[in-house]
């Protein structure tokens, strides 16, 4: 016959049989010390710019990047523009401005006097960029007479790349050396007529 079996004695026994379970590791463990790197990111300031090398590269400021450089405006060019936003003179003017390409210099190509803009856009190159800075006579709607100093950035479709970025780059630098605040640009110098030139005038008033 068997005999009762005490409950109480049972489940101790029972517990004492038991292997406990293991711990699961918590599914985000962390990773030891030395493990744990962070990448900072590299400066770009000028002292801290460095070749494959090694060694410290030098910033250029008149070549921010392979694509782009600023040329400095010649020192003539600089006197021919105060003049010519003196000039007394009542007829059209312009001055039609280049990119010495080897001494990465903005200098002077023609001047001319007396000169519309149907004859300006026939002496600009098809497929070259170029700045011209043009004295019009403005004849307002009301009768009025001014004469706005305009510059135009000519770059036209089908010039080189690098002569595109080369002049790019270096306009904002000539307008701030012509001192002007009028000023327009242009990719196609089939766009360089009169009407055009008073539907820019027209934003200014």
Known sequence: MLGVVNNKQTRKEAAERCVPWARPPPRHQEEPESACQFVLPVSTSPACLKDRKGKRAERNPSRMSNALVVCEVDESLKAKL???RFRKETTNAAIIMKIDMEKQLVIVEEEYEDISMDELREELPERQPRFIVYSYKYVHSDGRVSYPLCFIF???????????????????????????????????TDDLTEEWLRNQLGFFG
């Open 82 to 84: 105060k003049k010519f």
């Open 154 to 188: 000519s770059s036209p479709m089908g010039c080189k790349p690098e002569q595109q970025m080369m002049y790019a780059g270096s306009k904002t630098g000539l307008v701030h050396a012509a001192d002007l605040t009028k000023v327009f640009e242009t990719r196609n």
